[in-house]
């Protein structure tokens, strides 16, 4: 079976196809627009629809947001690029006047052709007080994984894929396809 995968993110198609190792992962590297919502399904929903029409055939694609306890869990969401873009990674480090608790969430969509499919996996942790390490990419230098005091870009790669909820997402969809 070769999985079609849609994202124009490189790093989120070298992940997913390290993660899925073994399975036949095609690559689409398509720009679709996004709607600003703080959902990730809202926004799988929309594109899905688009891809759909598009005729990709069964596919995946999948969408991670950020999610800090002192906005009771609600905020940033999908909107946590545009804070990055907008105050950058410090200056989110520096809004958090609260609880650093956060929850890393990623939901998958996959279309078999017929109608879609969601996955949902989440990642409790903490956002660290600046910016830390190299590797990664987003807000891997300021989410900090439940019981560990390094960020997953002071992770190695291996280390980072190993527990992040991507892999666990992931994980879900292949025993969902009895893979």
């Known amino acids: 079976m070769t999985v079609k995968y849609i994202t124009s993110n490189s790093h989120k198609y070298k992940e997913t196809e390290n993660i899925l190792k073994g399975i036949s992962l095609s690559h689409l590297n398509i720009k679709i627009p996004e709607i600003l919502t703080i959902d990730p399904k809202e926004v799988l929903e929309f594109k899905g629809r688009i891809a759909f029409k598009e005729h990709y055939g069964k596919f995946i694609m999948d969408h991670s947001a950020l999610y800090f306890e002192q906005y009771s869990y609600k905020l940033p969401g999908c909107i946590t690029d545009a804070m990055i873009e907008v105050v950058g990674l410090q200056g989110i480090c520096n809004s958090i006047n609260k609880s650093r608790n956060a929850i890393s969430t990623t939901v998958l969509l996959y279309c078999d052709g017929k109608k879609f499919n969601y996955f949902e996996s989440t990642l409790n942790g903490r956002i660290s007080e600046n910016p830390k390490g190299d590797n990664g990419f987003g807000w891997d ?39």
């Open 141 to 179: 230098k300021i989410f900090m994984p439940r019981g560990s005091s390094k960020t997953f870009a002071e992770h190695t790669y291996e280390e980072k894929i190993a527990i992040s909820s991507r892999t666990m997402v992931l994980k879900e969809f292949m025993e969902y396809i009895h893979y």
